[in-house]
T-cell receptor
Framework: AQSVTQLGSHVSVSEGALVLLRCNYS??????LFWYVQYPNQGLQLLLK??????LVKGINGFEAEFKKSETSFHLTKPSAHMSDAAEYFC????????????FGAGTRLFVKA | KAGVTQTPRYLIKTRGQQVTLSCSPI?????VSWYQQTPGQGLQFLFE???????NKGNFPGRFSGRQFSNSRSEMNVSTLELGDSALYLC????????????FGPGTRLLVL
């Protein structure tokens, strides 16, 4: 069965520092992986996705993630944090079977210090 | 292109009542999924509809149900509300295949008293 584990429910970085949000997945088939961001009182917005093309995926707002099959990881990074990056981030895997079903990780709340 | 809309945005109900939430997907999208988001359980998948058929269902009791209309708009219903049903209910639309991006609405915040 597919699952997603996000390491760290809270991450705090200084403005301008590297952002690293960790995600490990479990999947019995080649996975489709996603990172979403949620700002307060809003729905989720896609940052980037991996659908078996390039292993290094670039997304919006300067974020990128690398799919590493050997490590079953899909960590999200951004070279330089900005105050506006403060939000909750969710890693997700799309499972196989009839229809469309996405399993989300527990989320990581990112704090950015001035 | 208009985004996913959900109505109402906020709702207060009492235990035992029932509630119906509505979701209008992005034009052309045939898949609508529903999620429940709570601080304790995170984002949990409720069900997914595609062309008026439920294709997938999460592990929720039968009090939670949904449907989809021919114009792809979807509704979810919760009967006999419990305090634990208080949550943000999100719907998402997509073209329908597993690798497609889901586009989320702003959610309906339900408070059960």
């Amino acid at each position: 069965a597919q699952s997603v584990t996000q390491l760290g429910s809270h991450v705090s970085v200084s403005e301008g520092a590297l952002v690293l949000l960790r995600c490990n997945y479990s999947s019995s088939v080649p996975p489709y992986l996603f990172w979403y961001v949620q700002y307060p009182n809003q729905g989720l917005q896609l940052l980037l996705k991996y659908t078996s093309a390039a292993t290094l995926v670039k997304g919006i707002n300067g974020f990128e993630a690398e799919f590493k099959k050997s490590e079953t990881s899909f960590h999200l990074t951004k070279p330089s944090a900005h105050m506006s990056d403060a939000a909750e981030y969710f890693c997700a895997v799309s499972v196989e079977g009839g229809g469309f079903k996405t399993i989300f990780g527990a989320g990581t709340r990112l704090f950015v210090k001035a | 292109k208009a985004g996913v809309t959900q109505t109402p945005r906020y709702l207060i109900k009492t235990r035992g009542q029932q509630v119906t939430l509505s979701c209008s997907p992005i034009s052309g999208h045939r898949s609508v999924s529903w999620y429940q988001q709570t601080p304790g359980q995170g984002l949990q998948f409720l069900f997914e509809y595609f062309s008026e058929t439920q294709r997938n269902k999460g592990n929720f009791p039968g009090r939670f149900s949904g449907r989809q209309f021919s114009n792809s708009r979807s509704e979810m219903n919760v009967s006999t509300l419990e305090l634990g049903d208080s949550a943000l209910y999100l719907c998402a639309s997509s073209a329908g295949s597993r690798k497609e991006t889901q586009y989320f609405g702003p959610g309906t915040r339900l408070l059960v008293l």
